[in-house]
Structure formats: C-alpha cells, structure tokens
Nanobody, 124 residues
C-alpha cells in the first residue's frame, strides 16, 4: 500500500482559500488514480475530487465544482487540493486516497490506501 500523509488543514474564514497537500511514498505515484474525500461530523464520508493515473483526467463532486481543483506534482509525489470560496458546509476532515489502478473513480471502496486526514474548519 501507498503511505499517504495529508497536511494544510486549518481554520479559515468563509470565502477564503486553502490548499491541502498529500505526500505519497511511492515512486509509481503517477500511475495511480488519486482522490480526496471528506467527512463532516455526523455524516458519511463523501467524494470531493479525483484524478486518474497517467492521463490526469479529473472529476469533482457537484458541491465543489468550480471552487476546488485537484492536481499533483510528478517530481515531489504530492497530490494537492486547491479550495477557493470556502463555505461552512466545507467543514470536514479531508482524506487523501490512492487506488492501485490508473482509472479514475469517485467511489471510496475502489481506493486501497488512505491517509489519516486533515481538519478543515470554515467559520462564518
């Protein structure tokens, strides 16, 4: 399994921006599909964004489309999530996930490795 470590979560004001990072241990990082998921208190984990391996196709949840951008650094083996125009509903623990397959997926059960999460809190 790939080791994943998220960082960048913090308290931010409504309308603000934040960039999350996820450091991956594998040198074959670029071949994997990756994703960001989030879980708010009392709610189930939900899909946020995903990127395919090699071709880097992207997919976003409707709730974040146009505000969030997923990307990765091929040299540093880091996955990013740029979050703009943040709202209180974006408050959650954000998890990075890796899939041992290049095809993009929005389903959490298709991902093999998970980070421990980073807390994002948006104050109104």
């Amino acid at each position: 399994q790939v080791q994943l470590v998220e960082s960048g979560g913090r308290l931010v004001l409504h309308g603000g921006s934040l960039k999350l990072s996820c450091a991956a241990s594998e040198r074959t990082f670029m071949r994997y599909a990756m994703g960001w998921f989030r879980q708010a208190p009392g709610k189930e984990r939900e899909f946020v964004a995903a990127i395919s391996g090699v071709t880097e196709l992207t997919s976003y949840a409707d709730s974040v489309k146009g505000r969030f951008t997923i990307s990765r650094d091929k040299v540093k083996n880091i996955l990013y999530l740029q979050m703009n125009s943040l709202k209180a509903d974006d408050t959650a623990v954000y998890y990075c996930a890796a899939r041992s397959h290049p095809a993009i997926s929005t389903r959490s059960e298709n991902f093999d490795s998970w980070g421990r999460g980073t807390q994002v809190t948006v104050s109104s």
